[in-house]
């Protein structure tokens, strides 16, 4: 399948100029109370003759009533087959937006314009679409393409440097997949306020699109790009409503990785110095969360809610060696159990 | 785009043989409850080991609280990516059975048992889902192919006359836009009581699938098959709270015909004995609504939220003589308005 390449731009007045340039019927914008603040509002010729959607910022609004927000704004305003959402935001604005507008209408068209490190290196790369439902993350989605996405390094200069450093997590999946040794010496050896994030976001970028070409539907080798994820989704989902340990996406598939590396050297024997490489990696980015029985409880209980799942088995993709993973990994939910104990 | 074509069946049991066959790691059933009582209890051997999902009958349940309990029971009984949702019911069923599975982990296998002879010859074929939503019809749903359908014309039988006859409007469209003479002159010239169901049916099947096949996305000749239906769907919403006027489906389609038609008499010199044609046979099968004022409002709304309209034009399909209808026919508000102050 044919992906379209995101546009990069180096600065705000090249993007607004871009954007303004879209010939919809009517343009509609997404944004999050922050995003609207701090990103929107620096595209001021394009915020003119457009219609605003402003929904509550974090992932716990990613959620069915966001999407009924949307729906309601959109059929209000009377768009149509030839009007456009443009979602601006991270990777919660870019899943919702692209799920409200890929089933508004049988799908019109949706662009993203990403403002986060996570968003730009992952989550508005690959048409995967989602709100979370039940407790369960990204359980109702599409496969569905942006027909752009906009990319403005710009952005990331006023981003709290925790939602920066949160990108990370994914910019290392796909280097560690890919054993890319330029992007995992700089990770390894740079100094965090040193690194060279237009190079991260457009390996990133570069690499998932690869993967994606070849299976969008996440048929087979997509599935690689969920190591990591599955015990990481199940963490996020666990803190979220806790406001005092609540994780970013990219905090939670950090403890995912700590997690399911152990996993591979059980499961794979996964060596032990590359073992290491990888923890001391997510030790120089990331926090290490102890979770209470209580929270180790509801861990299990959403791993066993995992949309990979078959047969009441949960799914992993996990690294043999670096930059070579095996995916649908089934374990049983007695060796997580077992390995969650002693985690 | 290959179109996988319908099974057909000529009695129950060999229908329930052949879905007893699905090797899905969890079956759930969508029904409601005329469907429980009246279709899904037919199938004796195959009501085993599965998960019943039911949900209230009637077109004004087919919306997002519907398929939250939809969700919640997939969620619940973990369903994985191998399991199978078979929507078992009219055309409500289908379209709200296969938009939740669509999106539900995006995307798990559907099929449809269509029970009624609306859904048998028209909602059940063309991977079209769909609920209703802020008052619009269809509004929010995707484009997605059952993975099986399977026709069994036995459930006729005991179908309510008046629901029998509603799907004959799609027969009737179908025919018309085809010119398909045997299917008009049986229509035409047969009593009621002895239509040939089994022939209407594959007909109308045959003709929708063929059309699918070349257009599945709906970017240009699928559009033919919105003929009667933009002004149908208008009533069919604008009465769907009014218990003593609501209409069923083929019944809204009809009136959208006797409408379209007279627009198409305005638009493109329908020729007059062709129209009267069309008229006849509605008159033979549907009744004439009349509405009041306040519903003629309603319905200029309707039609102004169409998910067809740009740029704020009214979208239909009409006939410019039978076998010839001709897609995207932009028409004012302002014309609609007055021809239906006439109406």
């Known amino acids: 399948m044919k992906i379209k390449k995101p546009k990069y731009f180096s600065s705000f007045s090249?993007?607004?100029?871009?954007?303004?340039?879209?010939?919809?019927?009517?343009?509609?914008?997404?944004?999050?109370?922050?995003?609207?603040?701090?990103?929107?509002?620096?595209?001021?010729?394009?915020?003119?003759?457009?219609?605003?959607?402003?929904?509550?910022?974090?992932?716990?609004?990613?959620?069915?009533?966001?999407?009924?927000?949307?729906?309601?704004?959109?059929?209000?305003?009377?768009?149509?087959?030839?009007?456009?959402?443009?979602?601006?935001?991270?990777?919660?604005?870019?899943?919702?937006?692209?799920?409200?507008?890929?089933?508004?209408?049988?799908?019109i068209?949706?662009?993203?314009?990403?403002?986060?490190?996570?968003?730009?290196?992952?989550?508005?790369i690959g048409g995967k679409t989602a709100v979370n439902f039940a407790n369960a993350k990204n359980i109702i989605g599409t496969f569905h393409q942006p027909k752009q996405i906009f990319i403005c390094n710009d952005f990331l200069k006023s981003l709290p440097k925790r939602e920066l450093i949160s990108g990370l997590a994914e910019v290392m999946k796909h280097a560690l997949l890919n054993n890319d040794k330029k992007i995992l010496n700089q990770l390894n050896e740079i100094a965090v306020d040193?690194?060279?994030?237009?190079?991260?976001?457009?390996?990133?970028?570069?690499?998932?699109?690869?993967?994606?070409?070849?299976?969008?539907?996440?048929?087979?080798?997509?599935?690689?790009?969920?190591?990591?994820?599955?015990f990481g989704h199940a963490v996020e989902a666990a803190l979220m409503h806790d406001e005092k340990k609540k994780l970013l996406h990219g905090e939670a598939v950090a403890m995912g990785f700590r997690f399911e590396i152990l996993l591979a050297i059980i499961v794979f024997d996964l060596k032990l110095d590359e073992a290491n490489?990888?923890?001391e990696l997510l030790d120089k980015y990331f926090p290490?969360?102890?979770?209470?029985?209580?929270?180790?409880?509801?861990?299990?209980?959403?791993?066993?809610?995992?949309?990979?799942?078959?047969?009441?088995?949960?799914?992993?993709?996990?690294?043999?060696?670096?930059?070579n993973a095996k995916i649908d990994c089934f374990v049983s939910e007695e060796k997580i159990e077992q390995l969650l104990k002693a985690f």
């Open 277 to 279: 490489f990888v923890l």
């Open 194 to 230: 040193d690194l060279d994030w237009k190079k991260l976001v457009k390996s990133s970028v570069e690499y998932k699109m690869k993967v994606i070409e070849k299976d969008f539907f996440e048929q087979n080798i997509r599935k690689l790009l969920n190591v990591g994820h599955t």
């Open 109 to 124: 068209d949706f662009m993203h314009v990403p403002t986060t490190s996570m968003a730009m290196c992952d989550a508005a």
């Open 288 to 323: 290490i969360i102890k979770f209470s029985s209580t929270e180790k409880k509801k861990i299990i209980a959403l791993l066993k809610a995992d949309k990979k799942n078959q047969n009441g088995k949960i799914n992993f993709s996990l690294f043999k060696k670096i930059g």
């Open 14 to 107: 090249l993007l607004e100029k871009e954007l303004a340039k879209q010939n919809y019927s009517k343009i509609f914008v997404l944004v999050d109370s922050n995003t609207r603040q701090h990103c929107f509002s620096k595209l001021l010729s394009f915020s003119k003759n457009i219609i605003i959607i402003e929904i509550k910022p974090t992932d716990e609004h990613k959620n069915l009533i966001s999407c009924e927000k949307i729906w309601q704004t959109l059929s209000a305003e009377n768009a149509d087959r030839k009007s456009v959402l443009i979602n601006i935001g991270g990777g919660m604005i870019c899943d919702l937006g692209g799920f409200a507008a890929s089933v508004y209408k049988r799908g």
